[in-house]
Nanobody, 116 residues
Framework: QVQLVESGGGLVQAGGSLRLSCAASGYTFSTYRMGWFRQRPGKEREFVAS????????NYADSVKGRFTISRDNTKNMVYLQMNSLKPEDTAVYYC?????????WGQGTQVTVSS
């Protein structure tokens, strides 16, 4: 069965960095676009970044462009989100997801809290 497991969240001061990881299993990872989403307190889940199957094409939400970097390692079935220059408004639960036309599988999420 498809499983996505996020890790790497935590508490960090504004201006700091975190690297989130997502371990995928149960399917042919290297053939799917992957993405990161987040849900801020009191808000709906929103798109953060995505990466195509090879890692050669990425997309970012305007709010994180230039600060966050998505990457993947198809030999390890892993997708990453490097988050730099974090702001208090980046506080959220971060989820990774798989895309097969639609975002069809989700992890359980990892909490990121940025203190001011």
């Amino acid at each position: 069965q498809v499983q996505l497991v996020e890790s790497g969240g935590g508490l960090v001061q504004a201006g700091g960095s975190l690297r989130l990881s997502c371990a995928a299993s149960g399917y042919t990872f290297s053939t799917y676009r992957m993405g990161w989403f987040r849900q801020r307190p009191g808000k709906e889940r929103e798109f953060v970044a995505s990466i195509n199957w090879s890692g050669g094409s990425t997309n970012y939400a305007d709010s994180v462009k230039g600060r966050f970097t998505i990457s993947r390692d198809n030999t390890k079935n892993m997708v990453y989100l490097q988050m730099n220059s974090l702001k208090p408004e980046d506080t959220a639960v971060y989820y990774c997801s798989r895309n097969q036309g639609t975002w069809d599988y989700w992890g359980q999420g990892t909490q990121v809290t940025v203190s001011s």
